[in-house]
């Protein structure tokens, strides 16, 4: 018996070793087994189809806005604007989308509508991209303070072109983007791993993830490398700002509403999402497949809190230890090597 047990633990242990991703997505697998067994025993509706349904609408907008942060961190640099540039994009589109559609506008023509204001918003998060970018890259202005400031900018801007006011009353062709589901998978999701997907072919298959990789690592090291380190760093933070720009449409379309203060809590959910993912504080490492399933482990674990109906301030006191546990770790990992 004994001996039986120990052949299957060594099959299970191999076969652990041998999957084809990191050990941060490795560990977060086992992790986030642990955390659904744990939430089913206590509550047996955490593993309903309603359930699933909830934390597949939840996932989408802080998850894109992982990825956002994500390829900015690995490049070495660090973006805190992402929420900003996410209002303000999906602000743009949504005034454009109220201003043009009426009542006499036809199917066809509401969803061209929809369309071009989905580009305005991309165009919106490319262009604060390529700001945060030249600040940085350019100007030599530490990542931290550029985007602490732009974040401001954004956000300020955002009050002013609203007044204040949240913008709400969308075509609901646009409305389909953040509410449809197929089941208990919601199309908000399948957008989200469709971009997921994009970014990690992005990261691991081209030339530009290669040379982001090597600019995280060592900047100087690049540049000896005949790495034109400044234009990769300016196409991180303006894609950067394109998934920021998605993100806000995930956003406004499921709520049907858009306010320039939307989602102030996300900044810090997205740093430890991408930190617990992998994603190395100093650049140079990171892997979509980790940082998947780092979002759907904190995404367990926001949820569990619901369930136990813990207040969103010990949510906050609980995400702002959580990240400063990993970060502590992170850091001994680096002594130790």
Excluded at 99 to 108: L, Q
Excluded at 168 to 179: H, K, S
């Amino acid at each position: 018996m004994v001996k039986t047990l120990r052949q299957y633990y060594n099959k299970v242990t191999n076969f652990y070793r041998n999957i084809n991703i990191n050990d941060s997505a490795k560990n977060l697998i086992v992790i986030s087994i642990l955390i659904l067994v744990f939430l089913t025993l206590k509550n047996p509706r955490f593993i309903s189809v309603n359930s699933l349904k909830s934390m597949a609408f939840q996932i989408p907008e802080i998850g894109i806005l992982v990825l956002a942060i994500s390829i900015v961190m690995i490049a070495g640099g660090i973006d805190l604007s992402i929420v900003g540039i996410a209002n303000l994009s999906s602000i743009t589109a949504a005034l454009f989308m109220i201003n043009t559609v009426s009542d006499s506008t036809t199917p066809g023509m509401r969803m061209l509508i929809v369309l071009i204001a989905i580009i305005i918003a991309g165009i919106v998060g490319i262009i604060s991209g390529i700001l945060n970018g030249l600040l940085v890259a350019y100007m030599k202005i530490a990542p931290i303070l550029v985007t602490l400031g732009t974040m401001s900018l954004f956000t300020g801007v955002a009050v002013v072109i609203t007044k204040g006011t949240a913008v709400y009353n969308f075509p609901e062709e646009f409305l389909y983007i953040g509410t449809k589901t197929f089941g208990f998978i919601t199309f908000p999701f399948v957008i989200f791993l469709i971009l997921a997907l994009l970014v990690g072919l992005l990261l691991s298959k081209t030339a530009f993830g290669r040379r982001i990789y090597m600019i995280g690592t060592n900047i100087k090291a690049a540049n000896f490398a005949g790495i034109k380190t400044k234009v990769n760093i300016l196409y991180a933070y303006m894609f950067s700002g394109f998934l920021a720009a998605m993100a806000g449409i995930m956003m406004i379309a499921k709520t049907n509403s858009a306010k320039a203060d939307y989602g102030s809590s996300y900044v810090l959910q997205a740093i430890l999402i991408a930190i617990l993912g992998g994603v190395d504080p100093d650049g140079g490492e990171g892997r979509v497949s980790g940082i998947i399933m780092s979002i759907i482990t904190v995404q367990f674990i926001s949820t569990g809190f619901t369930m136990l109906r813990i207040n969103d301030f010990v949510k906050g006191v609980a995400w702002g230890a959580l990240l400063l546990f990993v970060i502590i770790l992170k850091v001994r990992n680096h002594v130790k090597e």
